[in-house]
């Protein structure tokens, strides 16, 4: 255990050295204890590109600076957009409060928890809205937001693991789409650098903590959560082994 310990307290030190002097969003530190670059032991084939490195331990990993420069290019993107007409989806329980943070801060719409079917596609359905562009935490997890953003031809933004598939996916953030601490900088970065690029504030004048952003730990709801990511993820696996061969 103790020399598990050390190689991940090497591992970090090294990863430190790598993007000392970049400049980025935040310090290096923060991005590496939030676990904002951490996949997967798997990863698919559209995330492949994504990948800069596979730890010892399997585990998948995003170049920091990627992620940094999406951001970015997120907040460029929704900061053209009138407050009403961008949507945020979260559907994961770790992304509950960052998403609804987020939309609070930026004036966005939320979607929080499961997506009614129609919501986008259908002017009868309770929850009808008609957003011009949405962010999704997950696209296993948010896929009906997804397709009906795609069937009624809007950009989708998607925070995207590696074991994520991003078809209809406008803008790739290759970011840990399932760490609490992770979603949590991931949101509170985006909504800073939104009202930054509104010109709403400058960067030190962003008053909110990564903190306020991170879902609080319910073990209940995270049980049935991982459940349910379980049972999608094993559905998935299933729906593809019955595939028909083709010769």
Known sequence: MEERIEKDNRQEIDDTEFYKGKDLLIDIETYLKSGVHIGTKFKTGEMRRY?????????????IETIDKRIRMIAKMLAKYDAKDVAIVARRLYGHKPAR??????????FIGRFIPGTFTNPQAR?????KVILITDPIADAQALKEASE?????????GSDSPVGNVDLVVPANNKGRKSLALLFYLITREVLVERKELDRAAFSSQVNEFEQEIDEVQEEKARKAYQAKKLARSGNRSRRPRRD
Do not use: T
């Not at 987020?102 to 719409?109: E, S, T, Y």
């Open 127 to 131: 929850l009808f809205h008609e957003p």
């Open 152 to 160: 009624i031809h809007i950009p989708v933004i998607a925070i995207a």
């Open 101 to 110: 943070k987020a939309a609070a801060m930026i004036g966005a719409k939320e």
């Open 51 to 63: 990948i800069f490195k596979k730890r010892k331990d399997g585990l998948m990993v995003f170049n």
